[in-house]
């Protein structure tokens, strides 16, 4: 690595750092300050750095993986607009060292720093996405070991096709206030639904798979004279106390791997790692098909869209600070916001299923922008 490879790094890095840094402490304060007195009842009950790092680094973390790629545009433009205003690029040119040379050490660092979002969307941000689904209120209560609850949409478990709903909630307890589950008509259980006063999530032991224990059932009635339901490969799916013993009369079993987090987060795929939005994809019983492989397609395009908005958006600010600084200013507003406009239109016309194709939606904004990037970065290296 050269002197002007390190110079250049370390500009760029101070500068997306700086960038990031603004923009999340802009919305920390914001945030804190119209959720103080929230803040204040956390603070008091499990300590202030509690209050705000329990709270904030889950945000954080779903900010740098949103934002990564802006921030990587305007750092690099930042840097080499840098090396432009002190004349150094004309000096590197003169030097025998074309411009693509010097743009290398951008895209090498824009290239790590893009890995990054996708170890953070991939490992981190499912371990918190239900802090990211909690509104201030709902997480006070959380850490002030309150009873917190919260409605919940009617969720199917891909697995066995067996969809949960309930009044709400119970997070503190892991558990459902009035659950309602319906059982899929290929099962032939002899019933399609079942009510209970509550239920409680059990992790897996041995003889007995993780899953949701139900008490007080008021519908099927005489639960104990049923037998239990089983899959189409033999797997139990409803454990009824005619088959076992650990059950009382008024209590069935349900199996299944989703807890009443997991219940929570999981109608939002993007706070899902991508081998769980797979698993959801091939689940015969899914639903917002057209969603979930709008979202899986992006998901695996989000890298190369990132690269690609550098690409497109260097070259023409780059142009325009030459002449002009507003200009210049706007050109890289003008490229972010279009970017955007684009990509989020083809993928809700995806997802809506206006675009038959859910691969289309999210590839075409790739098939648009990414040539016209490179007839940029063409035009730029001359």
Known sequence: MTIVDRYLLSVFLKTFLICFASFFGLFLVIDGTGNADEISAIAASDGLSSA?????????????????GVFILVAAIFSISLLQRNREVTAIEAAGISKMRIFKVVFVAASIIIVMTIVSREVLIPKVGDRLTMDWQEWTEWKTSLAPTKTFDEKIDYKTGVAFSGACLLLSKDGISEPQVRI????????????????????AEEGKPAGFRFHKVSFPKGMHELNSVESEGGETIVYTPQDFEWLHNNQCFIATELNAKKLLVSADAKYKSTPELIVDLKAPKKRKADELAVELHSRFLKPVMDFTLLLLGLPLVIRKLEKNIVSGVLAGVGVVVLFLLLELTCHSLGATGIIASPALSAWLPLLILFPVSLIFMRDLSR
């Open 184 to 203: 899929p008509s290929e099962l032939e259980a002899g019933f399609e639904k079942v009510k209970a006063e509550s239920a409680y999530f059990e992790v």
């Open 52 to 68: 705000i790092f329990d709270r904030y680094y889950p945000q954080c973390a779903a900010r740098f993986n949103e934002l990564a």
